[in-house]
């Protein structure tokens, strides 16, 4: 059961970059699984599915959904960033990288994905100097 999770986890990442290419913040590697749990899983499958469908309001929901169940998931706090950057809420979705990033732990991945999408949110604010810095970060964690 836990195998077949982890895999269905891989499958739906890989569904979720293909039906958010294009969009700012959005990776074109392969994300690892974001979770073990089901539920989790299902949640994060029905919020790619709804970016696909361009149905934003209710990817972003589903996220927060699956984030009352594991609130100190990294990956899903990470997910709804790069939602939050995607329709503009460029504060909002700093905010939530940062969070992210308190969660990651040594995940040097997930810390470098958060630190670029940190950037890309500062430049669309008009912040090029804080920017720079959050790409530094992620340069840093990309070593």
Do not use: H
């Amino acid at each position: 059961m836990k195998y077949t999770a982890i895999r269905i986890a891989g499958l739906v990442g890989a569904a979720l970059l293909t039906a958010c290419a294009g969009l700012p913040g959005v990776d074109a590697e392969p994300a690892p699984p974001v979770s073990a749990n089901s539920a989790v899983v299902a949640l994060v499958d029905d919020a790619r599915s709804a970016v696909g469908a361009g149905k934003p309001d209710a990817a972003g929901a589903a996220l927060e959904r699956a984030l009352r169940i594991e609130p100190r998931n990294a990956a899903l706090w990470q997910e709804l960033a790069r939602l939050r950057l995607s329709q503009g809420q460029y504060q909002q979705a700093e905010s939530l990288a940062a969070r992210s990033n308190s969660y990651a732990g040594t995940d040097r991945r997930l810390r470098a994905l958060n630190w670029r999408l940190i950037g890309d949110a500062r430049n669309q604010l008009g912040d090029v100097r804080g920017a720079e810095l959050a790409y530094a970060r992620a340069d840093e964690f990309e070593r």
